[in-house]
Nanobody, 122 residues
Framework: QVQLIESGGGLVQAGSSLKLSCAAS????????MGWFRQAPGKEREPVAA????????RYADSVKGRFTISRDNAKNTVYLQMNSLKPEDTAVYYC???????????????WGQGTQVTVSS
């Protein structure tokens, strides 16, 4: 019902910035809350940030609070993740996903993109 495509990943040095994009198609974009998640090698997928359907409310994992900013442009059916002051521990595959309500619970997200690789060197 919903297709998601992430882009914007790459290889950067610690302390630099990167902006990820997630383009959505299918059902009405504004119906869904959106989230960004990441998965490093050998680790479980973990939540990074989430945003409500309207974009008025956001939520962040403690590990990225103050460094990352999630936003959305519903007219473009796109959600963004601005990542600043990147650290080596931010290295992971980053995924966007949809949920019926704002949450950081991975199990509540039903539609997932294929992911984009972010690598931060020290």
């Amino acid at each position: 019902q919903v297709q998601l495509i992430e882009s914007g990943g790459g290889l950067v040095q610690a302390g630099s910035s990167l902006k990820l994009s997630c383009a959505a198609s299918g059902r009405i974009f504004t119906t869904y809350a959106m989230g960004w998640f990441r998965q490093a090698p050998g680790k479980e997928r973990e939540p990074v940030a989430a945003i409500s359907g309207t974009g008025i409310t956001t939520r962040y994992a403690d590990s990225v609070k103050g460094r990352f900013t999630i936003s959305r442009d519903n007219a473009k059916n796109t959600v963004y993740l601005q990542m600043n002051s990147l650290k080596p521990e931010d290295t992971a595959v980053y995924y966007c996903a949809t949920a019926p309500l704002l949450t950081l619970d991975t199990r509540q997200y039903h539609y997932w993109g294929q992911g984009t690789q972010v690598t931060v060197s020290s």
